[in-house]
């Protein structure tokens, strides 16, 4: 069965330090793995995916993840944090086997000034 | 949010009542999605469709019910039989159902059942 993880239910950072959200996830087959955030009573937006290619994903807002094939892991980074990158952070996960997307269970960043 | 509206924002209705969400797309995608998110379990799949006239069910289609008469619409009907009703609910689209499509997803409906 395919799952994912986000072991951090929160994560607080500085603003200007770089920050790290976590996910790790268990396929079988090729992995399809999204980024996604919410802000408080919105809507998920997306914010990178991988799909194949170069492990180091580039997205929106100036995060990026890389894809650890060996660690399975997928974890989001950005260099600098800014208070505005407060909100929810959601690791998803897809395979050729499936058409369905699978979530964690989101990491709340908290960023302070 | 997209292209994407959910209407209305907050919905309050009585135990043993039906309740309807909508959900509208001007995004001209296929597939469409719906999904409860509760605190602390992420996102959850209700029911999702590809084409219009067809839908599957996601993990949690118990006590709900679709369906998908025009491409831009599918609304979600939460019945009577569904035993936790009060959750954030969101409808989401893509281009197509392949996995490599992201989802773009609407604001949100929270439903409060009492």
């Known amino acids: 069965a395919q799952s994912v993880a986000q072991p951090e239910d929160q994560v607080n950072v500085a603003e200007g330090n770089p920050l790290t959200v976590k996910c790790t996830y268990s396929?079988?087959?090729?992995?399809?793995l999204f980024w996604y955030v919410q802000y408080p009573n919105r809507g998920l937006q997306f914010l990178l995916k991988?799909?194949?290619?170069?492990?180091l994903v580039k997205g929106s807002y100036g995060f990026e993840a890389e894809f650890n094939k060996s660690q399975t892991s997928f974890h989001l980074k950005k260099p600098s944090a800014l208070v505005s990158d407060s909100a929810l952070y959601f690791c998803a996960v897809s395979t050729d086997n499936t058409d369905k997307l699978i979530f964690g269970t989101g990491t709340r960043l908290q960023v302070f000034p | 949010d997209g292209g994407i509206t959910q209407s209305p924002k907050y919905l309050f209705r009585k135990e043993g009542q039906n309740v309807t969400l909508s959900c509208e797309q001007n995004l001209n995608h296929d597939a469409m999605y719906w999904y409860r998110q509760d605190p602390g379990q992420g996102l959850r799949l209700i029911y999702y469709?590809?084409?219009?006239?067809?839908?599957q069910k996601g993990d949690i289609a118990e006590g709900y019910s679709v369906s998908r008469e025009k491409k831009e619409s599918f609304p979600l009907t939460v019945t009577s039989a569904q035993k936790n009703p009060t959750a954030f609910y969101l409808c989401?689209?893509?281009?197509?159902?392949?996995?490599?499509?992201?989802?773009?997803f609407g604001p949100g409906t929270r439903l409060t059942v009492t």
């Open positions: 989401a689209s893509s281009p197509g159902l392949g996995i490599s499509y992201e989802q773009y």
């Open positions: 396929v079988s087959g090729n992995p399809y």
């Open positions: 991988y799909i194949t290619g170069d492990n």
């Open positions: 469709s590809q084409i219009v006239n067809d839908f």
